[in-house]
Every structure is written in C-alpha cells, then in structure tokens.
C-alpha cells in the first residue's frame, strides 16, 4: 500500500494563499487517483478536489471550484493542493488520500491510504 505525508498547511489571513503538498512512498502515485479532503471540528470529512492517475480529468467542490487547483507530478510523486482567495470556512484538516479504482471520487470510503493531514487555519 501507498504512504501518504500531507504538508505546507498553517495560519494564514483571509484572502492569503496556501500550497499543500503530499508525498507519496511505498507505491508508485500514477497507479492511483488521487483526492484532496478536509474535516474541521464538528463536521463530516468532505470532498475537496481529485485528479485521476493521467491527471486528464479533475474535479472540485463547488465550494472551492474557480480559487483551488490540483495537479501532480508522478515524476516527483506528489500531488498538490494550491489554494487561493482562502475564506475562514476552510479552516480545517486537509487530508491527501489515494484510490486504486476510479468509480466515485467524491466518496471517502473509494480510497485506499490516507495521510495523516495538516491544519490550515484562516483567520479574518
């Protein structure tokens, strides 16, 4: 199974910006989809952004969509979360997670290995 280590979170103002990174180990990361998730107290983990294994095809939340972009670099194996125009509704625990099969991105449980996330935390 694939290791996952999430990092390039921290406090930033409203309307900052943020790079998150998430390096992959153990398996090869253009075997997997992969998805960016976030969970801030009190709340379900919810969906963030995904990238298939070519990187062709990528979706994002409505809440995140036209400021957010994820990319990937298998060379490097790490995918990326750059966020911009951040909000204070972002503030949570961003987890990279990876999937084997592509059936329903938007899904926690289609996804095999998690890491262990990093905090971002927007202050206004």
């Known amino acids: 199974q694939v290791q996952l280590v999430e990092s390039g979170g921290g406090l930033v103002q409203a309307g900052g910006s943020l790079r998150l990174s998430c390096a992959a180990s153990?398996?090869?990361?253009?075997?997997?989809?992969m998805g960016w998730f976030r969970q801030a107290p009190g709340k379900e983990r919810e969906f963030v952004a995904a990238?298939?294994?070519?990187?062709?095809?990528?979706h994002y939340a409505d809440s995140v969509e036209g400021r957010t972009t994820i990319s990937r670099d298998n060379a490097k194996n790490t995918v990326y979360l750059q966020m911009n125009s951040l909000k204070p509704d972002d503030t949570a625990v961003y987890y990279c997670a990876a999937a084997s099969t592509y059936i329903s991105v938007m899904d926690p449980q289609e996804y095999d290995s998690w890491g262990q996330g990093t905090q971002v935390t927007v202050s206004s």
């Open positions: 990238i298939t294994r070519s990187g062709r095809i990528i």
């Open positions: 153990g398996r090869t990361l253009s075997l997997y989809t």
